[in-house]
């Protein structure tokens, strides 16, 4: 039961929780996108592929910041949550994946 506690207490922490909100808004908006305007190819990258790079990469400092400081102090929940950050990453970016949108 600890180890389930102190996961739960790691998602707690921001630098936990942004970089998900970030992949959730990300896949949100390309499911947005896709059910309003289809899969076509556009001629040019629209405002909404470049939100999407933006919350993309916007992750990659605070995940590296979570990893330098919650690793050394406590390795399995810090793993699990990076972990779920991939998962989320990887979901986000699976609709250009699978489309080749």
Same mark, same amino acid.
Not at 3 to 23: E, H, V
């Given at each position: 039961?600890? /180890?389930?506690?102190?996961? *739960? &207490? ?17 896949? #949100?908006?390309?499911? /947005?996108?896709? %059910?309003?305007? /289809?899969?076509?190819? $556009? %001629?040019?990258? /629209? ?5 999407? $790079?933006?919350?993309? %990469? &916007? $992750? *990659?400092? *605070? *995940?590296?910041? =979570? #990893? ?16 779920? $950050?991939?998962?989320?990453?990887? %979901? #986000?970016?699976?609709?250009? =994946?699978?489309?080749?949108?």
């Amino acid at each position: 039961m600890g /180890g389930s506690a102190s996961t *739960i &207490a790691s998602l707690k922490r921001p630098s936990a929780l942004i970089p998900l909100a970030m992949s959730i808004a990300a896949l #949100a908006l390309v499911l /947005g996108y896709i %059910a309003m305007f /289809g899969t076509a190819r $556009q %001629a040019d990258e /629209g405002t909404a592929a470049h939100l999407w $790079q933006l919350l993309m %990469a &916007a $992750q *990659i400092p *605070i *995940i590296a910041f =979570f #990893a330098i400081k919650w690793l050394p102090r406590t390795p399995g929940p810090a793993l699990l949550v990076l972990a779920l $950050q991939a998962i989320a990453g990887l %979901a #986000a970016a699976a609709p250009f =994946f699978l489309l080749n949108f």
